[in-house]
């Protein structure tokens, strides 16, 4: 299937002027001050919306024949998930973001919400975004606040360390390794008992200040730390035998109860089951390859089994 492009422009406030998107061009900002930039939260707008951006709130009805505009929380720069590459959007979750979009049952346009770990539930709860599109984890203590449309990705735990490092196995690791990871993810929450643990606000941070020797190593989930490996040119390794944490999978968050809605549960779910099916392993072998060159079985790996991703085993009976 095609791919919905989106056409992508930074805010840099105090720096340069505001600039607006329509499609894959950025310019000058609207001097009335109606762009697209300053209307919505989002850092990075998509395709322009053929109607006005709508503030956020509920999730609307998808899939009517009048396109609808919403608002994804995303993270603003994880190499391999989200990133901005030439002025465009790329990574796994983009595309992710992209093909939901494209897909007839669905049919939306969005702009991109800057979203840090700690900040995707609150974002939801609050309904400053309809989704959360961001290496979110699927647990049962999100459950309690937000819905999760998935599986879409499975991911074990690992580290990663600078290339040189002598950290091989875990008993490699003892009280003194210095341990980085990012505030609001799963694995700051579930620290290990080895090594001395600190959390920087998001993953660049860690990764950043471990190519400067600040940290020895930076734990979180498998497919993550493969991102920052690719961004490296060689300079930072996964170490994927060393688990310190439990696996996890990643759902797309939506606000609480928008699944109680069947028609558009059978819709997302449909949707999604046909990403597994027709964009996962392109976007995957796009987005991460370093995981790709690593990982012959990637798809037995790291794919949920599609048939768990259905309207029959996640949403309530239409009336």
């Not at 894959?24 to 006005?52: F, H, K, M, Y």
């Not at 989704?131 to 991911?155: C, E």
């Not at 790709?292 to 599609?306: A, C, D, G, M, S």
Request: a negative charge.
């Amino acid at each position: 299937m095609n791919r919905h492009r989106i056409g992508v422009c930074m805010v840099l406030a105090a720096v340069l002027p505001l600039v607006s998107c329509q499609g894959d061009t950025c310019g000058p900002s609207d001097p009335t001050g109606t762009s697209a930039a300053s209307r919505s939260p989002a850092v990075l707008d998509s395709e322009a919306a053929p109607e006005p951006s709508s503030p956020p709130g509920p999730l609307p009805l998808l899939g009517s024949k009048k396109r609808v505009h919403i608002y994804i929380g995303m993270k603003n720069d994880q190499p391999g998930w989200t990133q901005t590459v030439g002025y465009k959007a790329a990574g796994f979750d983009n595309s992710v973001a992209d093909f939901l979009g494209k897909e007839k049952e669905l049919n939306f346009s969005f702009d991109r919400v800057d979203v840090p770990s700690g900040e995707r539930d609150s974002k939801l709860v609050n309904l400053d975004v309809q989704f959360v599109i961001a290496t979110y984890s699927m647990t049962d203590d999100r459950r309690k606040l937000v819905d999760f449309l998935g599986p879409y990705m499975a991911t074990p735990q690992a580290i990663l360390v600078r290339a040189d490092s002598k950290i091989k196995t875990m008993a490699d690791i003892n009280s003194s390794t210095r341990l980085c990871t990012a505030k609001g993810g799963l694995p700051a929450s579930a620290k290990p008992m080895v090594g001395t643990v600190v959390t920087e606000d998001d993953y660049s941070d860690c990764a950043k200040k471990l190519l400067d020797g600040n940290y020895d190593a930076m734990f979180t989930d498998t497919v993550i730390l493969y991102g920052y490996a690719d961004q490296s040119n060689g300079k930072l390794e996964v170490r994927p035998d060393i688990n310190l944490g439990d696996p996890t999978e990643y759902g797309i968050g939506l606000p609480k109860d928008s699944l109680k809605d069947p028609v558009n549960c059978v819709k997302m779910f449909n949707a999604l089951h046909d990403f597994l099916l027709d964009g996962w392993e392109a976007a995957f072998r796009g987005s991460l390859p370093v995981a790709v060159q690593k990982n012959p079985n990637f798809i037995q790996n790291y794919r949920p089994e599609p048939e768990r991703v259905t309207p029959e085993k996640n949403c309530p009976k239409q009336g």
